[in-house]
């Protein structure tokens, strides 16, 4: 009996041994012709294999990469694209730099934050209201998501006029999207009367057993 320690290793598990002979016994072919119709008898087999690789774009280009990988860059055949390379392939991505800003507010977003600084640039006094308006009613509706309680006019408004470096100021909080309003069209305010009935429904039903038990002993 032949265990799968004492075969060859499989590069790419997911299409099996069976494929992986395959290329192996096409790397062997002498004639080149035949060789190639026996690569692309292989590639239709491994697209059948993998049938979600359809949905990604140039999936047969991604099937023949696979192909050049399976038999270790070895194998000498007309593909249809560029061959791979093995130095290619293993070469490592570029870092990419962690972001070093600072966010005052982390449950507003970065792009709050940038907004609101950029009011500076804006000289109309109608966009930097409208802007105002907007921004508020955004900025307490995160505020919600992250916190799922209610928050003051007040503080939304002053967070906003820190965040604008001054530039912008809410003059009447009050005129800001009511909290309940805004927990409704969340969906969240469903779920915060459903946890407050619950308790109430166990009490009464502790309650009514507690009745029947006692009819029962007086019995």
Not at 58 to 68: A, G, I, M, V
Not at 70 to 97: C, G, H, N, Q, W
């Amino acid at each position: 009996m032949e265990y799968n320690t004492s075969r060859g290793h499989l590069l790419l598990p997911e299409y099996g041994r069976n494929v992986q002979n395959m290329i192996s016994h096409a790397m062997e072919i002498e004639d080149r012709e035949e060789r190639n119709r026996a690569a692309l008898a292989i590639i239709e087999v491994m697209g059948q294999l993998n049938p979600h690789l359809r949905d990604v774009d140039d999936y047969r280009h991604k099937l023949w990469t696979h192909l050049f990988v399976m038999a270790d860059f070895k194998i000498d055949v007309d593909s249809p694209y560029e061959t791979p390379k093995r130095e290619m392939l293993e070469e490592r991505p570029k870092e990419m730099p962690y972001p070093k800003s600072k966010i005052r507010f982390g449950h507003y977003g970065q792009y709050s934050q940038k907004i609101l600084e950029s009011a500076k640039d804006i000289s109309s006094e109608e966009e930097k209201e409208y802007l105002t308006q907007k921004m508020g009613n955004f900025m307490k509706k995160q505020f919600l998501v992250h916190n799922n309680t209610a928050v003051e006019n007040n503080v939304i408004a002053m967070q906003l006029t820190e965040l604008a470096k001054g530039e912008l100021k809410i003059d009447n909080p009050d005129e800001l999207t009511s909290t309940n309003q805004m927990l409704k069209t969340l969906g969240l305010q469903n779920n915060q009367n459903n946890n407050n009935r619950k308790p109430k429904n166990r009490k009464k039903t502790y309650s009514n057993n507690n009745n029947k038990n006692k009819k029962k002993y007086k019995k």
